[in-house]
DNA sequence: ATATCTAACGTTATATCATAACAGTCAAGG
DNA sequence: CCTTGACTGTTATGATATAACGTTAGATAT
């Protein structure tokens, strides 16, 4: 659990190139500014952060970032901003890496399922109705009311694939 | 990220009775037989201490029971024993709870899917059969070659519904 | 305008989770 | 016997995360 992010530099995931990553910032300040949210200038440029990085970023590397740029310089400012984040739908929590990445789809209900590559670290956000409807209906089935759900899946990303063909 | 296990006692999950956890184990020494794995001292009581426990333990819980019984008392003794039965399909690592918990179904290859009860920490592995289909189907459709998953739902489980109803 | 309130920020300090590296032990096979 | 490799245990440290508290700044009501 030492290789975080940006450690395979450009290896699979198409990430969030600069103009999508645009878009989405523009799509989390309409939501924000919809649901009465206060993106603050921390939590902005952590959402920035996330968009403009490679990979999934750990906290740790965001703190980092955040304190070279004036903003504070310990754990609970990363942890704060990326825990707002991830509750209001902007970003999502990679369990399985200890790291955070923006989320793709801003604007969409969705519990996304992850695609993590063994190669590279890198992480895809992968639509998720048929699973999240599947695990639904487990729980319905086990009377269990599901509020959320993590899904991660590890394997390799089609680069690494070829990469090891 | 503090309330561990047992906090809650006899709450929700149907958590495995003596008698099932026995069984449980015999199967384990079984595989464990059948495929030329080593179940040492360690590792046999590290299963035990999963199965005889109310819900997820984390790896120092774990450490501590075994060090009372004259196993090592550094964290890698707890770590290694429960990486080599989540490794071989005898226990399940849960990261929400940073915790582990015994493999319901040692002898079946299963991806599960686990329901974790926000309210009591509960842990329930339920057959995911139709989620891991779909999370295979949704890997294939991003040319991702899929290992293994991890699932887990958050939310109420039928007796803590009942005590917040 | 200004008093008041609350959410957010930043800090110190500490808790919690996890692994690297190395030495001793022991059973299996040459 | 003695080597070999897997396993155990240790020390030491690294990595991740949160509790608690004082301060700041934006909103609200007067």
Redesign the interface.
Known sequence: MTNHGSAAGFCCADHSGAANAQAILAQAEAQARARGLRLTPVRRRTLEILLEAHGALGAYEVLELLAREGFGTQPPVAYRALNFLVENGLAHRI??LNAFTACAHPSEEHSA?F?I??GCDSV?E???R??S???A???E??????????????????IC?EASA
């Open positions: 369990r399985r399922a695609l590559c063994a895809t992968a639509p998720a048929g699973v409807d599947a695990l209906a487990a729980a089935a086990a009377g269990f009311a599901l509020e959320r759900a993590t899904i991660e899946a590890v394997g390799l990303c089609r694939q």
